[in-house]
């Protein structure tokens, strides 16, 4: 019984498939206006070409480092530069990462 509603239905389905399918491919005009991008060649850049490699700073004394940072303000100034910077939402988390180390999309 299982097999003859199968052997019925199983048509019936393919062909509402078939035409969904089809309802979705787009016209020749369609791909054309839709897509410029696809006109202009592939253009590839190695992210290895840009890289930078690690340098060593130069060492100075404690003394002179704490020195300074108190002359900018000491810490809070850190920890405000840090805070003016944080994402709006955490949607935008990633754009903060991206740009403290220079990354550009594209």
Known sequence: ML???VRLQLPLTLAMFASAVAAQTPTVSQTNEANPLLARPLQYRSL???YEPYN???VRPWREANDRV???GGWRTYAKEVSDKAPASADSGTEG???T???VKP
Do not use: M
Request: proline letters at 0%; hydrophobic letters at 30%.
């Open 48 to 50: 290895i070409s840009t």
């Open 3 to 5: 097999f003859h509603f």
């Open 101 to 103: 180390h220079g990354g």
């Open 70 to 72: 108190q002359r900018i």
């Open 97 to 99: 990462h991206s740009t």
């Open 56 to 58: 060593d700073q130069a």
